[in-house]
């Protein structure tokens, strides 16, 4: 079987933190595979947010998620504080990558959780259709 392997650009653009909660916590005794999915949603809110957008509107534009591909490192466990750093990949005329590097502290310890990646198209929620990336947006998440 093919495993995936993603491979994280080299430039951060934003962390956050994100505590796991014992609703995270699946019959394993570790982080569910959906709640860290919400976990990376969170992650991109607060790195829009931080912006002054929201996912519903980047200058009239919406994002909608068109792929995700997470590849798990470690397991988590209810106490974990994650660090989340975010980096732009790929960009095109209506979508763009957002990679995600997951890891926590333990005993002094940096521990790799995950790396994700989320592949974000521009959307118009109205006319049901994709849109281009809004310029302003666009000269940020090239680094401009």
């Known amino acids: 079987m ?6 994280l650009p080299e430039h951060k653009i934003f962390t956050t933190k994100i505590a ?4 995270d916590i699946n019959y394993g005794n570790h982080l569910g595979n959906d709640a860290l999915v919400s976990m990376l949603h969170e992650a991109r809110m607060q790195w829009l947010t931080s912006l002054n957008y929201t996912e519903l509107n980047i200058e009239n534009a919406a994002l909608i998620m068109a792929d995700l591909a997470v590849e798990y490192k ?6 974990d504080v994650f660090l989340i750093d975010i980096f732009i990949g ?6 763009f990558e957002i ?3 997951i890891y926590t502290m333990r005993k002094g310890e940096s521990i790799l959780i995950a790396k ?6 521009c959307y ?8 281009n990336i809004p310029e ?3 000269l940020l998440i090239n680094g401009k």
């Open 20 to 23: 796991v909660r014992i609703t």
């Open 74 to 79: 470690s397991e988590s466990y209810y106490g």
């Open 99 to 101: 990679f995600y590097n």
């Open 116 to 121: 994700a990646k989320t592949g974000m198209v």
């Open 90 to 95: 790929e960009i095109t005329k209506v979508s």
């Open 124 to 131: 118009d929620y109205d006319a049901k259709k994709v849109v």
């Open 2 to 7: 093919a495993r995936i392997k993603l491979t």
């Open 136 to 138: 302003e947006f666009a």
